[in-house]
């Protein structure tokens, strides 16, 4: 009887292990049909602002309220998704966001004489960005749940790839199909991703048949190791009490810190398209190529350092990291704005270069925090915790096209990506420093029990 009982754990031991890279399917479908909505909307800026005939305050406005549909809703359904479950949440998400997109693209897109106002579209586009906030933290506490330590930052910074990549193919599809087709085709091809990923989570999300709490303990074990206290063993195999994220000050300091280093990469994914065609008077095929590399960039960017952090164990020092050199390469673009801006003829490659490199190490680090983020707040706490992230990342992805227009009112596109490397340079202190050497000897002590 044994025997048969430990085959039976065998087995559905492996039937788990085989079964989480589908899960973290769902996860990268999930983010990639609605990045592709958050990310690949904004490559279509030219044509938003001449369809809805819109200034550029209005093409900021309407396109934060993506934006602040998402900062708003985050937090709500990171709670709602460590309560209820990923696979409600998700599937809730994905269907809704369906809806809502459908809905743009039957009540708010141009057509012959008729052209929406201002206001249906910024209401739709709060509304798509409200539902789809379920998206990230449901999908994250899902891949958390199926992965465990020392593999967990290849497998987020994978399910974080799919922003990039999603961004990547609307770069590509949505201002062909905004150009040619209209925006009714644009919208319903976005529904018709999302109604396709919720099947697919429908039919493969579950809850893991281990639980997964060894985090937690092991986290427990780890802070009391650091702080040199005993160990009460009767209490090692329960988990410990929980402390809710929101009160956590580490887990604030990377949520804060990721909110402004998303700074620069809103503003090139936002504003990119508009600063290449109208400052360096690029086509519509440089323009899609440049936003598509830097999506790609960044989804290969984003695979390899989940992967490179896993083995050095150096997640807070990549993020550190990554903050300077974002604002060393935003500083280098206003220069050259503000330079080669004065003869501007064959100047669109060294544009799109930059664009690209800025872009690209702006966007790399998103997986690593993430998985920094869950890790500091354990399995059960994990929806709350990146909840909290994208908060602070998507209130960016609101500020940011309101703020553009003034700045370029102001002064002009160097002064757009001066201000852009400020907020890269003001996450460094903000992020927390990496772990002391003891500490972390005890955490990989813990893990290995």
């Keep these: 009887m044994e025997n048969g009982s430990m085959t039976a754990s065998r087995g559905a031991g492996e039937r788990d292990a085989r079964h989480r890279w589908k899960v973290l399917g769902v996860g990268f479908a999930a983010n990639t049909s609605f990045?592709?909505?958050?990310?690949?909307?904004?490559?279509?800026?030219?044509?938003?602002?001449?369809?809805?005939?819109?200034?550029?305050?209005?093409?900021?406005?309407?396109?934060?309220?993506?934006?602040?549909?998402?900062?708003?809703?985050?937090?709500?359904?990171?709670?709602?998704?460590?309560?209820?479950?990923?696979?409600?949440?998700?599937?809730?998400?994905?269907?809704?966001?369906?809806?809502?997109?459908?809905?743009?693209?039957?009540?708010?897109?141009?057509?012959?004489?008729?052209?929406?106002?201002?206001?249906?579209?910024?209401?739709?586009?709060?509304?798509?960005?409200?539902?789809?906030?379920?998206?990230?933290?449901?999908?994250?506490?899902?891949?958390?749940?199926?992965?465990?330590?020392?593999?967990?930052?290849?497998?987020?910074?994978?399910?974080?790839?799919?922003?990039?990549?999603?961004?990547?193919?609307?770069?590509?599809?949505?201002?062909?199909?905004?150009?040619?087709?209209?925006?009714?085709?644009?919208?319903?091809?976005?529904?018709?991703?999302?109604?396709?990923?919720?099947?697919?989570?429908?039919?493969?999300?579950?809850?893991?048949?281990?639980?997964?709490?060894?985090?937690?303990?092991?986290?427990?074990?780890?802070?009391?190791?650091?702080?040199?206290?005993?160990?009460?063993?009767?209490?090692?195999?329960?988990?410990?009490?929980?402390?809710?994220?929101?009160?956590?000050?580490?887990i604030w300091r990377v949520a804060l810190g990721a909110g402004a280093l998303c700074v620069p990469q809103i503003a090139v994914i936002t504003f990119g398209t508009v600063f290449l065609h109208d400052f360096g008077h690029a086509g519509v095929f440089a323009i899609s190529a440049t936003m598509a590399a830097v999506q790609t960039g960044a989804a290969i960017a984003r695979v390899w350092s989940g992967a490179w952090t896993d083995r050095r164990g150096n997640r807070r020092a990549y993020m550190r990291a990554c903050s300077l050199l974002t604002a060393v390469l935003f500083v280098l673009l206003a220069l050259a704005t503000g330079i080669v801006g004065m003869h501007r003829a064959g100047a669109v490659a060294l544009f799109a270069l930059m664009i690209v490199l800025g872009g690209v190490s702006a966007s790399a680090w998103h997986g690593v925090a993430f998985t920094e983020l869950a890790s500091l707040a354990g399995t059960r706490r994990a929806g709350t915790a990146l909840a909290m992230g994208n908060t602070c990342v998507f209130l960016t992805l609101f500020v940011t096209p309101l703020a553009i227009p003034p700045l370029l009112s102001i002064g002009a596109w160097p002064l757009v990506w001066t201000v852009a490397s400020a907020c890269a340079l003001l996450a460094l202190p903000v992020f927390p420093r990496a772990a002391s050497t003891r500490a972390m000897r005890a955490t990989r002590a813990c893990d290995a029990a």
């Design 35 to 250: 990045s592709a909505a958050f990310s690949g909307i904004p490559t279509t800026a030219v044509f938003l602002r001449s369809d809805y005939q819109l200034g550029n305050h209005g093409l900021g406005l309407v396109l934060g309220m993506l934006g602040l549909g998402i900062a708003v809703s985050e937090l709500p359904w990171g709670l709602l998704t460590d309560r209820w479950g990923d696979r409600r949440v998700l599937l809730l998400g994905l269907l809704s966001t369906a809806a809502a997109l459908a809905g743009l693209a039957l009540f708010v897109s141009p057509g012959g004489a008729q052209v929406p106002g201002i206001v249906p579209l910024a209401l739709g586009l709060l509304l798509v960005g409200l539902l789809g906030g379920s998206v990230n933290g449901s999908s994250g506490r899902a891949v958390m749940a199926w992965f465990r330590e020392g593999e967990r930052g290849l497998a987020m910074s994978i399910r974080q790839t799919a922003v990039p990549a999603g961004g990547g193919l609307g770069a590509l599809v949505l201002p062909v199909l905004a150009s040619h087709f209209g925006f009714a085709s644009a919208y319903a091809v976005l529904a018709l991703a999302c109604a396709i990923t919720a099947w697919f989570a429908w039919r493969w999300l579950h809850e893991p048949t281990h639980a997964d709490d060894t985090s937690a303990v092991k986290g427990a074990r780890a802070t009391t190791a650091a702080s040199g206290r005993s160990v009460d063993a009767s209490n090692v195999g329960a988990p410990p009490p929980m402390r809710s994220p929101l009160r956590d000050i580490a």
